[in-house]
């Protein structure tokens, strides 16, 4: 992580310790988990698929309810009780012994993630104006990179050392950096519960705009982007290219080291919900072109080292991609939910998320490790319609905000300055 990425001291400092912390336990748990399921306790590979994508299913369902909860009662306590909830969850897998009790775990965790986010994220709007939140997001991807690749790093020692005593240690970093997290954002001013201009509580209405839906709907196309480095790279080259085994785990690093090293560059050039949504189309472009470049590697008939090149020119690509997309994404999601409700409406948006991680999965390897070309290119092309209709899906959504006729009739238009966040009470 670079030291420009580091955060001022005070609550945005204490945001990204607790973000440094708690993703060096995620790095851990997602290095080790697949392996202590299926060799320590005993689930099948297909039985541990099919357990996760159920529970993302559950998860994805819990981000609003949960992001309503932090609006109505406050994001710092709701974040707090969400971070010490997870970290509870994992120690819990400590003792799952069958498929039923880990499908309940999981199912556990992907719920206290999902409001975990939407809760944070409510957090991070009361404490900042909207001018600043997106660099303060960027500059804690960044810490999140950083502290995945701790966590991976230990988590490889665990692998290595493959016993059950050495995954019980790498649940416990998890559990108690979520734990510590929880602990930390207590040292954080409170955000009061928002209010509408009337001073009634924020009610449940995010599930009846259905432009933000749509502007959710085209984000999470654009995070199937997710799946493919974790999970299809690695696949497609164990098929077809066994002898770049190794590649897999390092596109992985450069993507983290991407993301580590310039999201907070990229970042810098999303000011408001314009240039939020033009750099979100520049990622659907890029995204396309790195499918274009896999489309090639998957065309065959390459030597080895080219193979290679291409693969690590389209890796490049995908984290040109992903820096665009999120920075642009983040400024959308905050700009477009009201003050007053931004709990329920991060945790609408951040179900993509989990959309991904449940329908990526299968889709992606169906579509590219059967189709190969043709599935590389129908892909590409869903990367940039996504990307293309963010802007005429944001200006409807921008439209549906309050003081949006009012600024038309006047004979301007919403600009890029929105107001300041609520006032935090120290």
């Known amino acids: 992580m670079s030291i420009r990425s580091i955060p001022p001291a005070g609550a945005r400092r204490t945001l ?24 320590i306790v005993g689930l099948s590979p297909a039985r541990l698929g099919l357990g996760l994508a159920l529970a993302w299913a559950v998860g994805s369902l819990a981000g609003v309810p949960l992001g309503h909860l932090a609006d109505r009662r406050g994001p710092r306590g709701t974040a707090v009780l969400l971070a010490v909830a997870t970290g509870a969850v994992v120690a819990s897998f400590l003792v799952v012994q069958s498929f039923a009790a880990f499908l309940v775990a999981a199912s556990l965790y992907a719920t206290t993630q999902s409001g975990l986010t939407a809760a944070r994220q409510a957090l991070i709007g009361g404490l900042v104006t909207r001018a600043e939140r997106t660099a303060l997001l960027a500059r ?14 230990l988590g490889g020692v665990v692998l290595t050392v493959g016993t059950r005593a050495a995954f019980l240690v790498a649940f416990l970093v998890t559990a108690l950096g979520f734990l510590s997290a929880g602990l930390m954002l207590l040292r954080l001013p409170v955000v009061e519960p928002g209010r509408d201009r009337t001073g009634a509580a924020p009610k449940l209405e995010v599930l009846s705009d259905r432009p933000f839906a749509v502007v959710t709907l085209l984000n999470t196309v654009l995070l199937l982007r997710m799946p493919l480095l974790s999970l299809v790279i690695p696949l497609w080259i164990a098929d077809r290219a066994p002898g770049l085994g190794w ?16 999201q907070v560059r990229v970042a810098r050039r999303v000011t408001g919900l314009r240039t939020a949504a033009r750099t979100v189309r520049e990622a659907g472009f890029v995204l396309l072109a790195s499918c274009g470049v896999f489309a090639l590697a998957a065309a065959g008939g390459l030597p080895l080292w080219a193979l290679g090149a291409l693969l690590v020119a389209a890796a490049v690509l995908q984290v ?24 329920q409406y991060q945790g609408f948006f951040g179900s993509g998320v989990a959309v991904a991680r449940t329908v990526g999965p299968l889709l992606l390897t169906t579509l590219l490790l059967t189709w190969g070309v043709p599935g590389w290119l129908l892909l590409g092309g869903l990367f940039a319609a996504a990307g293309w209709a963010m802007g005429p899906a944001v200006r409807w959504a921008e439209r549906r905000r309050p003081g949006a006729a009012a600024a038309s009739a006047a004979g301007g238009a919403v600009t890029d300055e929105a107001p300041e966040a609520v006032p935090a009470r120290a």
């Open 16 to 39: 990204a310790a607790a973000q440094l912390i708690s993703s060096i336990g995620d790095g851990a748990y997602f290095t080790c988990s697949a392996l202590y399921f299926t060799r």
């Open 247 to 262: 590649l897999g785990s390092a596109l992985f690093v450069l993507n983290t080291l991407g993301v580590m090293l310039f």
């Open 320 to 343: 040109a991609g992903e820096l665009r997309q999120s920075a642009g994404s983040w400024q959308i999601a905050f700009d477009l939910a009201p003050a007053h409700q931004t709990g």
């Open 140 to 153: 804690l991807q960044s810490t999140l990179n950083a502290g995945l690749a701790l966590g991976a790093a």
